[in-house]
């Protein structure tokens, strides 16, 4: 069973489109994340969720937006997609929050706006 | 800017050879540092940690050298094996490290580990 499951695994859209991505994490874990990889490869949190209160919030347009049905559930919705939203999006999630926490990360969603 | 910085963007190595993977960092509140692993098409996996409080955290083949001073850490891998072919990402963390002490990575380094 895979412990982060993100989905879709790719995803191809014009500009001006809303989408979502989904992720799920059967680890029993209390905080879970949103990160993103651009072209520069750089690895940048954009949220954090904690038991389902938001507890990160880089500074990230107000299109992109997190929701938390449940501590296992972390999905992003993202509206009006420009291409410079083009990157990979990986979720996370661990145990607990604080800097020494070891994050578990989904396999990425590689999302193309033409 | 880059807090944490990974210079060598590949390193090519002889299987059974020692890798060293280098990482700087700019911020001395960091006192947290991680290696994570990643092949293509699936997400990062930890792979080893270090505190602030220690110089050295050794795991199998894998040492994790910390340099507080220089600001610098490293990874060895040794023996090194074609499986450790992957990018490796050097991360930070600690009351310098964004907001409510989140990781901060590097850019990561390819490691190819030939035959």
């Known amino acids: 069973d895979t412990a982060v499951s993100q989905t879709p695994k790719y995803l191809v859209t014009q500009m001006g489109n809303d989408k979502s991505i989904k992720c799920e994490q059967n680890?029993?874990?209390?905080?879970m994340y949103w990160y993103k990889q651009d072209s520069k490869k750089f690895l940048k949190i954009m949220f954090s969720?904690?038991?389902?209160?938001?507890?990160i919030n880089e500074t990230v347009p107000n299109r992109f937006s997190p929701k938390s049905p449940d501590k296992a559930h972390l999905n992003l919705h993202i509206n009006s997609l420009e291409l410079g939203d083009s990157a990979v999006y990986f979720c996370?999630?661990?145990?607990?929050?604080?800097?020494?926490?070891?994050?578990?990360f989904g396999s990425g969603t590689q999302l193309s706006v033409l | 800017d880059q807090q944490v910085k990974q210079n060598s963007p590949s390193l090519s190595v002889q299987e059974g050879r020692i890798s060293i993977l280098n990482c700087d960092y700019t911020?001395?509140?960091?006192?947290?540092f991680l290696w994570y692993k990643k092949y293509p098409a699936e997400g990062p996996t930890f792979l080893i940690s270090?505190?602030?409080?220690?110089d050295k955290n050794e795991d199998g083949r894998f040492t994790v050298f910390l340099n507080k001073s220089a600001k610098h850490l490293s990874l060895h891998i040794v023996p090194s094996q074609p499986g450790d072919s992957a990018v490796y990402f050097c991360?930070?963390?600690?009351?310098?490290?964004?907001?409510?002490?989140?990781?901060?990575f590097g850019k990561g380094t390819k490691l190819s580990v030939k035959p």
């Open positions: 969720y904690n038991n389902k209160e938001l507890i």
């Open positions: 911020n001395s509140m960091f006192d947290y």
């Open positions: 996370a999630s661990s145990q607990n929050r604080g800097p020494n926490e070891k994050l578990f």
């Open positions: 270090i505190s602030s409080i220690k």
């Open positions: 991360a930070a963390s600690g009351e310098g490290g964004g907001s409510q002490g989140n990781l901060i």
């Open positions: 680890l029993g874990h209390d905080t």
